[in-house]
């Protein structure tokens, strides 16, 4: 079946007015777009990408105490002059925001791409094949467990970085960290119906939190042949890994090897779900370069996959040339 006759809207959605931005990378909540842009999105930079030591061996990185930004100094720099005060180091606001369109965009897409490759899991997998669902890369996000809420009953949420699972730990304990409801507000406008209320969005993340109650919290290093120890060569029905091969890997024969790693973790007739920035590959602040990302053709992804024993002929995928994201869902062999 075509993905597009799920939905009403074959493009993904545009942003309401009313509709809260939320930078999907930081543990700082929601704000308003004007907030977004700094505080949030400084904090998102940060850390996700520069407590890595990826990036902590090129920059010194810290955010700022009065909240102004996220400070970027390259590590060869005098160090006396790396601080806060400093305001050509200081990045945040609008010219951080201006280069980040790849991942706002990807934001955008993926949650109109999920809550499709859900629809199209729930039209084409029995319940018994598709129980376990497992998240590697998911930051301190549960996007896949609020998308993915029905398909499955049990979800891994998985991550490299110990502050983002301490972040996934809280939300599953009830504390306050990250609000989704204007994420769950937005999968449901995906989904179809009308506006969800306020206990509608409640019931949607409520489930979603059990669902990762059932599955659980690991560390994740898909630079590792074994992934997610905790799982103890389990292997799950469905995979998904959201915009994190390419900034965990350096070079393209990198990426086809913690491609393989991942792979083990599915089963034989699993889904996999990437989500992934195509021809990026760095971003800027307009002064100096802030971060990379590995820069991958649609094809060098394909291959990789192909090479994992994924059947990527038969794959659903959205690709957003203007917007440098893809979208794929595809069927281990
Ligand atoms: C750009 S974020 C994506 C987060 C989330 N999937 C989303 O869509 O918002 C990339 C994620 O990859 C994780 N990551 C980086 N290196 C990793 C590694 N070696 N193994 C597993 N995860 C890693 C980071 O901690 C980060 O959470």
Not at 35 to 53: E, N, P, T
Not at 86 to 98: D, G, M, Q, S, T
Not at 213 to 234: C, M, N, R, T, Y
Not at 241 to 258: H, P, V
Request: some cysteine; charged content about 25%; overall charge negative.
């Amino acid at each position: 079946m075509n993905s597009s006759t799920l939905l009403p809207s074959p493009g993904p959605p545009g942003v309401l007015d009313d509709f809260q931005m939320s930078c999907r990378f930081s543990n700082l909540g929601n704000h308003s777009p004007e907030s977004f842009d700094s505080v949030s999105c400084g904090a998102c930079f940060y850390f996700i990408y520069m407590i890595l030591d990826h990036y902590k061996a090129s920059y010194i990185t810290q955010l700022c105490e009065d909240n102004s930004g996220i400070l970027v100094c390259p590590s060869t720099m005098d160090e006396s002059q790396c601080h806060c005060q400093n305001r050509a180091l200081v990045y945040n606001l609008p010219e951080f925001a201006l280069n980040s369109d790849a991942i706002e965009d990807g934001t955008r897409v993926s949650l109109f791409a999920l809550p499709v490759f859900a629809q199209l899991m729930l039209q084409t997998m029995r319940p018994s094949e598709r129980e376990t669902l497992l998240d590697i890369g998911a930051g301190p996000t549960v996007y896949s467990a609020l998308c993915f809420r029905d398909v499955s009953k049990r979800v891994h949420l998985a991550d490299y970085v110990e502050r983002n699972l301490d972040v996934l730990r809280k939300w599953v304990r009830n504390e306050e960290t990250i609000d989704w409801v204007p994420t769950i507000k937005m999968i449901k406008r995906t989904e179809g119906g009308p506006v969800p209320t306020e206990k509608v969005c409640e019931e949607v993340e409520e489930k979603a939190r059990g669902l990762v109650k059932s599955g659980g919290i690991h560390f994740a290093d898909v630079h590792q042949e074994v992934v997610v120890p905790e799982l103890d060569g389990k292997q799950v029905d469905i995979l998904v890994s959201i915009f994190t091969l390419e900034s965990a890997c350096r070079n393209y024969e990198e990426y086809c090897r913690c491609a393989q790693n991942m792979m083990r973790n599915l089963r034989s007739g699993g889904r996999f779900v990437l989500g992934s920035v195509l021809e990026d590959d760095e971003y800027n602040s307009g002064r100096q370069t802030i971060f990379h990302l590995l820069n991958l053709r649609e094809q060098m992804i394909l291959d990789a996959l192909s090479a994992c024993g994924l059947d990527v002929a038969n794959a659903k995928k959205y690709v957003l040339d203007g917007e440098g994201v893809m979208f794929l869902m595809a069927t281990k062999l």
